[in-house]
């Protein structure tokens, strides 16, 4: 997913504009409610390591969020040093129901970009 789609997506959903922070602090300020949306999108040959998530997972589970892969399926922390099977990313959101609509809003301009 590039740039122009993920700001489009984004528009979509009404979403402010994003925040660039470069670490993992982007857990807390969901669990904070400082945000509502933290999308990392794969990349090729990069495999994302569990000790940079698993906390925050947890942090944010514990505040009533939600975390899974960009396909909607839970993190899988069981396999090993890395997070396996993460052909399209990583999203976190601040609940349930705009995590769904994030998933859905992610699967369509998956599809529709031909990836």
Known sequence: MNTSSVRKLLGEMSIKQPLRVYSMVKYAAIARGDAEIFMKFARAGYKEKIWDHAAGVLIIQEAGGMVTDAGGQPLDFSRGIYLEGLDRGIIASSG???????????????DSSNL
Not at 96 to 110: C, G, Q, R, T, Y
């Open 96 to 110: 349930a129901i705009l995590h769904e609509k994030i998933i859905k809003a992610v699967d369509a301009s998956w």
